[in-house]
T-cell receptor, first 113, second 113 residues
Framework: DAGVIQSPRHEVTEMGQEVTLRCKPISGHNSLFWYRQTMMRGLELLIYFNNNVPIDDSGMPEDRFSAKMPNASFSTLKIQPSEPRDSAVYFC???????????FGQGTRLTVV | AQSVTQPDIHITVSEGASLELRCNYSYGATPYLFWYVQSPGQGLQLLLKYFSGDTLVQGIKGFEAEFKRSQSSFNLRKPSVHWSDAAEYFCAVGALGNTPLVFGKGTRLSVIA
């Protein structure tokens, strides 16, 4: 079991650029969650999908943020345009049908300068 | 709405000493409770979980937690701390099914010789 795989692990970009974060959930899991971690706000849920369908995106901070899950094995979180305040660690997690437990990836550390 | 409070931002203990990390939750129904650990630069790893049954649950790395419904608490304990336990610890609450976990702000544990 490879676990949840996120790429890239680190991303440094200039303000105004588009950033795309990628996530491959654990095979067989049908829920996928995107969280953002900052010192000030801790772990915040951005959006989650069940069976590739977005269920709740109320945590997405602005229209600059968008997420997709085109199939059961891949999801992206895009920020366009990026701003310095988007600097954070972004985690993807996946879970199995009917099981509350979430399995986390290693995260992507995003720095916007 | 669900919420989790971890009252201690930072705790320092001596190696070999006992540890207790506090967690209080707010949830209308029967909660599903979790403790995760995050080492620097890493993702979150599940230590233990409580769904039902015995209120004292055992986890990995010698950790245990006790669910106390009357106090809305789920405190994490370890009888003898090792230097490798230094990390950030997160308590989380969830519900049955594919719904996202709500996390506390975390407690950073430092271990001194």
């Amino acid at each position: 079991d490879a676990g949840v795989i996120q790429s890239p692990r680190h991303e440094v970009t200039e303000m105004g650029q588009e950033v795309t974060l990628r996530c491959k959930p654990i095979s067989g899991h049908n829920s996928l969650f995107w969280y953002r971690q900052t010192m000030m706000r801790g772990l915040e849920l951005l959006i989650y999908f069940n069976n590739n369908v977005p269920i709740d995106d109320s945590g997405m901070p602005e229209d600059r943020f968008s997420a997709k899950m085109p199939n059961a094995s891949f999801s992206t979180l895009k920020i366009q345009p990026s701003e310095p305040r988007d600097s954070a660690v972004y985690f993807c997690a996946s879970g199995r049908q009917g099981n509350t437990e979430a399995f986390f990836g290693q995260g992507t550390r995003l720095t916007v300068v | 709405a669900q919420s989790v409070t971890q009252p201690d931002i930072h705790i320092t203990v001596s190696e070999g000493a006992s540890l207790e990390l506090r967690c209080n939750y707010s949830y209308g129904a029967t909660p599903y409770l979790f403790w995760y650990v995050q080492s620097p630069g890493q993702g979150l790893q599940l230590l233990l979980k409580y769904f039902s049954g015995d209120t004292l649950v055992q986890g990995i790395k010698g950790f245990e937690a006790e669910f106390k419904r009357s106090q809305s608490s789920f405190n994490l304990r370890k009888p003898s701390v090792h230097w490798s336990d230094a990390a950030e610890y997160f308590c989380a609450v969830g519900a049955l099914g594919n719904t996202p976990l709500v996390f506390g702000k975390g407690t950073r544990l430092s271990v001194i010789a």
